[in-house]
């Protein structure tokens, strides 16, 4: 064999083992997650093994198994995830979030093609809350809130706008809804309907699930059973519902109901920011500007911490970014009410890496009205772990005033903050 036959062979064969070594990767990088268990610790590897019970990774040459009850978070970490087409949501009475092509109803009873499942949905529309029949209406929380009745939500011909008619939504076909509105039956032309929701005076009782699974289309999944071979997950929802799925459609599994709260997924009682120069009431902008940040930093970015260096790390140290967190301005005040069996609070608490130059504060924790923690919390040092008893109390109020520089830099991140039994 010439040189020249030699070179374009071995082309040739470097060019096929690109050529399957492509998918290789890809499935890699469908693969890679961030794990968080319930004490905080963080493990990024591959997913080799997932079920209901535990979840297997593969980290630094070395597999590591979970059990179900120790893990908090699991989050997919693709680079590019591809953009979601526009799609049709339903919410059930449960909090289940499902993508469908077609929803239609007779006497009661909801048929529902999804993408998930191999055959159409059969249930009762007592188990449904909401149903998106037009890809340009989102407004599920302006219909969800003090419903006395059935809603429909039809477009306006001239404007485009939407009407909610209260009264009883009845069968359901591709051509029409029947409703009936102030005791007159109405045929309403389903191309007219943009959304339906369903008065309910009583919610099941439903299985408690195993973890909710969040999709990158909106789909949200209470889930019983897990198995996942070949880049497919199989689930079995709490509602006794056998769906399917690309591994590549995951954004993120929540294991936290029941373990713990972030602070950031709830809504304060009341929050407050008072500048250290005196602005008039009609400052709003100004004033909403200043109050505390859920999941983000002021400048608009990741909650993030920087640790000391160790002896053979960089001279600048280490920074470490949170998924979960609460971003917080000097002279500040947020109060939360603990959720029924939340008995601890816990954080680490730091400055800004942005302004940890000049970033100084007084940081005080209160259960109810007694004072569990109070200390400094300065740029310059680690930054600190707090993790605290609450025992029975029904407040939880945070109190962030000036260090030693006044406002200067005082951006506080909590990390992590959350509540747990």
Known sequence: MTNDNRQLLMRGLFAFGLVLAQPLLAMAKERAVSVTTIDGTQISGELMDWSASELTVRAENESVTIASPQLLRVRWQQESPKEASEKLLLELVNGTWLSHHRYTVQRGEATIVTPLAEQPMTLSTDRVAFVQLATDFSGRERVSQDL????????????????????????????????????????????????????????????????????????????????????????????????????????DADYSQGKLVYLSDLQPIEQNWTP????????????????????????????????????????????????????????????????????????????????ANQGNVTLEIFADRRSIWQGEIEGSSAPTAIDVALDDARELRIVVDYGKNLDFGDRLHLAEARLSQ
């Not at 069968?171 to 959304?195: H, L, M, N, T, Y």
């Not at 997950?233 to 954004?251: D, I, K, P, Q, W």
């Not at 160790?310 to 970014?321: E, H, M, Q």
């Open 148 to 251: 006395v009745g059935d809603l429909l939500v039809v477009r306006k011909k001239k404007t485009g706008t939407f009407d909610h008619l209260s009264g009883i939504v009845g069968d359901v076909s591709p051509e029409q809804v029947e409703f009936i509105w102030e005791g007159e039956a109405i045929p309403v032309k389903r191309s007219k309907v943009a959304a339906l929701a369903y008065f309910h005076a009583q919610l099941p009782t439903v299985k408690k699930p195993v973890c909710w699974l969040n999709l990158r289309d909106g789909v949200r999944l209470p889930v019983v059973e897990i198995s996942y071979q070949q880049q497919e997950v199989r689930v079995r929802t709490s509602g006794g519902f056998a769906l399917s799925f690309a591994l590549e459609l995951l954004h």
């Open 276 to 355: 250290r120069i005196g602005l008039p009431t009609s400052a709003t902008l100004i004033l909403r500007h200043g109050l505390p940040r859920r999941d983000q930093s002021f400048t608009g970015s990741t909650i993030a911490l920087r640790w000391p260096p160790a002896k053979s790390a960089s001279i600048d140290g280490v920074l470490k970014t949170y998924d979960k967190g609460l971003a917080i301005r000097s002279r500040s005040e947020i109060r939360y009410r603990v959720p029924t069996g939340m008995r601890r609070f816990v954080t680490l608490a730091g400055i800004d890496p942005e302004t």
